[in-house]
């Protein structure tokens, strides 16, 4: 038996890497409104921790009978952990803040993480992993630099060689901590203005560096999904995602081969197929078992005779994405696998609550 946690604020405690952390009111907002999503992924007899498991079990019954499953599961409250001894933990991420909630409520400390296994999974999910795996992907008819840096002089430098630059915090979550910076952001004399040094300084004082790359004209926002295990890497699917101001919204669901096709009137799948057999025999991971996902996109060209690049390594997320779920919830909802598939599953915020759809393409 596996006892699942839906846990999105995990990135913001990465940054905190704290064991006593109160994430901010949206990540508990969506932690409470969507704790019933690893039911799409559990197994039968498998339990899922919620604050409110009669709120979870309604909203998981409503999907259940929309996607025509009945997976037996349990919906409980972390209290009295010292019943789950025996239960293998499944968190969407692993961080001090998770670990910290599930001793307090009497979980046994040898099913939990312990401070190496942690700190390596925050250090894993640095951004300077980014910056690590790019030259392994970096082929023709790839785009793609990252630069880790810890003054605001070097960060100027690199604004003077590219002219736009995207700098982005180690740790953060659904855009935050990520400034897109031009020549505007410097005066007339060459130093930063008050607001983006102010920023830059503070992340840099706080987390210890940023990342910085050029900006490029992107064309789609995809992913990669992948599974680590102690015996290797293993590829699990496309993810087309779409996004708002940095932040996700929603998910293409559609077969492999229809998604290949989407992605096909960009880029060659002979490159696609590259970067995977790549990330497949990276070791970058070590040490990780567990889902991960790589963000990418399809760029325009400077030279715009020659179409489109593919970047191939725009974020690393060593946990579950909703790239994953989208992968699960696919294979639920089209079981014979049809290419005539085409729907969209959204995470929206209706003023009040975070919803979960399926909706038409």
């Known amino acids: 038996m596996t006892l699942h946690i839906f846990n999105p604020e995990h990135d913001i405690a990465l940054a905190a890497n704290l064991a006593n952390f109160t994430a901010p009111h949206a990540g508990r907002q969506l932690r409470a409104d969507l704790d019933y999503m690893p039911a799409l992924w559990a197994q039968p007899g498998d339990v899922i921790l919620t604050d409110h498991p009669d709120h979870a079990m309604k909203y998981w019954q409503r999907l259940a009978a929309r996607l025509h499953v009945n997976t037996p599961l349990s919906f409980v409250t972390s209290r009295?952990?010292?019943?789950?001894?025996q239960t293998d933990i499944l968190p969407w991420g692993w961080d001090k803040a998770l670990r910290g909630q599930l001793q307090r409520s009497g979980f046994n400390k040898g099913q939990l993480p312990d401070d190496v296994l942690l700190e390596h999974i925050r250090q894993l999910s640095h951004r300077r992993m980014v910056a690590q795996l790019l030259p392994l992907l970096r082929m023709e008819g790839t785009v793609g630099e990252a630069f880790e840096c810890?003054?605001?002089e070097h960060i100027g430098e690199f604004l003077g060689q590219y002219g736009q630059i995207v700098v982005k915090?180690?740790?953060s979550s659904s855009g935050r901590g990520v400034r897109f910076l031009d020549g505007r952001c410097m005066m007339d004399d060459g130093s930063w203005k008050m607001e983006e040094e102010r920023w830059l300084?503070?992340?840099i004082e706080r987390q210890g560096s940023v990342m910085v790359e050029p900006c490029y004209r992107?064309?789609?926002?995809f992913g990669m999904e992948f599974e680590a295990a102690p015996q290797g890497i293993s590829y699990v699917g496309l993810s087309l995602f779409q996004t708002v101001?940095?932040?996700?919204t929603g998910n293409i669901l559609a077969t492999?081969?229809?998604?290949r096709g989407i992605l096909g009137r960009y880029v060659p799948l002979a490159l696609i197929d590259a970067v995977v057999e790549r990330v497949v025999g990276w070791h970058g991971l070590d040490g990780y078992a567990g889902p991960?996902?790589?963000d990418m996109m399809v760029v325009a060209n400077s030279d715009c005779r020659q179409g489109y690049l593919l970047h191939p390594c725009v974020e690393i997320n060593v946990r579950r994405t909703m790239g994953h779920v989208a992968l699960v919830l696919e294979r639920l909802a089209n079981p014979s696998s049809s290419d005539d598939f085409r729907k969209v599953m959204r995470v929206y915020f209706d003023g009040s609550h975070y919803k979960f759809s399926i909706r038409k393409f």
């Open 218 to 221: 992107k064309v789609c926002d």
């Open 201 to 203: 300084i503070s992340v």
């Open 80 to 85: 009295g952990g010292s019943v789950f001894q």
């Open 292 to 294: 991960f996902g790589i």
């Open 245 to 248: 101001n940095g932040a996700y």
């Open 256 to 259: 492999e081969t229809v998604k």
């Open 150 to 152: 810890d003054t605001v």
């Open 169 to 171: 915090a180690p740790w």
